[in-house]
Structures are given as C-alpha cells and as structure tokens.
C-alpha cells in the first residue's frame, strides 16, 4: 500500500501539537480511507506497536521522549461529511470543526455553530463530548462509529446514549477509535448564526491567548466555577517554569514560550491542582489529553511531591 509521502519515520510530534511539544513517534501515517486505516492496524498489530489517533493535536501533551509506536491522522474520506435528510448530518472523525460550521452553515443548517470555537477534529470532540459554556456535542451527536484495535475490519455502530456522554467526557469502549459519527441539525436562519459565530470568535480573541502554543483549556471547570478564575484567585497568573507559563491574559492557557518540555507542563499543572485544592477544596480534572505516554502517572507523582514538601519544598 503506497502512501504516497504520507507515512513518516521518526516524525516530530511537536509538529503535530498546538502546544509544540513532543518527541519523535517511530511512524507517522496519514489514511485518508477506511481501508488504509485497517491496514495500518494491521500492519501495527502484527508488529505489536502500540496505536494512537491524533486530530490537530489541540489539547493534546506528548512526551519529550516521543512514542515508540504508530500515530495516525484521518484525512480524505475520513474527514469528509455528507447531509443525509431532515437534518442529520453523517461526518466523517477527521472532518476539521470550524471547516465544518462553515460548510454546515453554507448548506443551511444551524445548531453546531459551538464548533467554531473548538479547535481540531470532530473525532476528538466527540472522545472529549467538547464545548463551550453554553453548548457541547452530547445536544447534536446522535451515534457514532467506531473500529476495535483488535478486530479492526469490524466498523461498530453506537448510539450517543450508550457512550455516557458527560461534561468533557465519554466512555468509548477501551481500544477502540472513533471514525465518524452522526449529528441531527435543523434548517434556520444561517445568517444570525455565522453572526454569533463572527461574535463569538471576536469574543474569543479578546478573553483567550488562543492564538499562542496552548492546548487551549488547560483544565475542566468545576461545577458552579471556572478553572480560570480559581487559578488566578491562588496567584499562579503568570507563573512560569521553564520554557512553560501560565497565561496573564486567562489562567487556565498554559504556555510554551519556546522551549517548554512535558516536563514542565506537568509541573505547572501540578502546582494548580496543588494550590486550588489547599484554597478552596476543589480538585481541578486535566482537559488536556496525554498521547502515547502515562501522563497521568507522572502528575499524580507531582501532585503528591507537592502537596507533601510544599511547593517551595
């Protein structure tokens, strides 16, 4: 199978991730079809290399070590998206969200206007049931298909319902990957809706530092509050360790000036966490995605390293 330049050995991560971090991945392959995709697994499994699937690498954190394993980019037919009838809406994990609000609109349906302002891939949204204050996936996705890293010649159809979808999570089966998915729309008035979209993206640009390395929101908001003001409120706006620092402009955007590691990303959310809970008793959850690595181990080892020395131990 040819992949015309799309298959890439030791491939920079940091190429593939808003935030600019990330080592090297052993492969890097872009399928633009169902059948490459199966392929690839196949070929992975065979190998026994490990699988992730990465959109725009938005909110994503990979390691400074990299990934010794296959890292996939759905493309072509896997981003593609087609109106089916009375509204609903067939779009393929790939599909770019603002590409899709402005396709959506030009065909004149409303009610995923919300996407605009959720960076990257529609797969990835759905994985993280993305939004915004006022919206989020669970309102529009009505089912979704997916494939099993074992049994990768098997598309598997799933309502929205079964997948529990929560605030900024969803229960996907382990080891499977989202390759498209089904959400229901309505005809309107696109005009007033690419206006809130004009305005919400205007909005945007003032209150958040979305243009610099982010992975955009750092941490999920706690029920009744926002990480961003809890984060603020303890004195951290603006603190930095190494190449990595918290925003002065919205405390929940973490970053990279430059050379930030992984390393230092962890730190500074540690440091969140640490300080929001011993004010205000509130556990900040990680937004962000930890690729290919246990990112999730070593910041719980830098919660406890704190929270037991101290932040100036």
């Known amino acids: 199978m040819d992949f015309h330049g799309r298959l890439k050995k030791d491939e920079p991560l940091s190429k593939h991730s808003t935030l600019r971090i990330g080592g090297p991945t052993r492969f890097w392959v872009e399928v633009k079809t169902l059948v490459e995709l199966q392929r690839v697994i196949d070929l992975a499994n065979q190998e026994g290399l490990p699988i ?11 390691s400074d070590a990299g990934f010794d394993g296959v890292m996939l980019r759905l493309s072509g037919q896997l981003a593609e998206w087609n109106i089916l009838d009375d509204g609903l809406v067939q779009i393929g994990a790939g599909a770019i969200n603002s590409h899709l609000v ?6 004149g349906l409303i009610g ?5 302002l ?3 891939t529609f797969g990835g949204a759905v994985a993280k049931n993305a939004g915004t204050k006022n919206d989020e996936i669970s309102s529009i996705l009505k089912s979704i298909q997916i494939i099993a890293l074992d049994q990768p010649r098997k598309v598997i159809s799933m309502s929205a319902t079964e997948i529990n979808l929560s605030y900024r999570h969803s229960e996907l089966p382990e080891r499977s990957l989202v390759v498209g998915g089904q959400i229901q729309l309505s005809r309107g008035d696109t005009v007033i809706a690419a206006s809130k979209v004009r305005e919400d993206k205007d ?17 999920a908001n706690p029920p009744g509050d926002y990480a961003g003001r809890l984060i603020e409120a ?14 002065e402009q919205h405390a929940n955007f973490f970053i990279n ?10 730190m500074l959310m540690a440091m969140a966490i640490v300080r929001v809970q011993a004010a205000f008793g509130i556990e900040l959850r990680p937004e962000v995605c930890f690729v290919g690595f246990d990112g999730w181990k070593q910041l719980d080892h830098l919660v406890k ?4 020395e101290g932040l100036d131990g």
Do not use: H, M
């Open 52 to 62: 992730e699937v990465v959109g725009l690498g938005s909110n994503v954190l990979f």
């Open 102 to 107: 402005k396709a959506l609109l030009k065909n």
């Open 257 to 266: 000036e430059g050379n930030a590691s992984s390393s230092d990303f962890l």
């Open 305 to 308: 390293t704190y929270t037991d």
């Open 234 to 247: 303890v004195g951290l706006k603006g603190t930095r360790v190494g190449g990595a620092r918290i925003s």
């Open 112 to 116: 995923a206007e919300f996407l605009v």
């Open 118 to 120: 959720i960076p990257g």
């Open 203 to 219: 909005n945007r640009s003032k209150t958040q530092p979305y243009k610099l390395k982010s992975v955009g929101s750092t941490f």
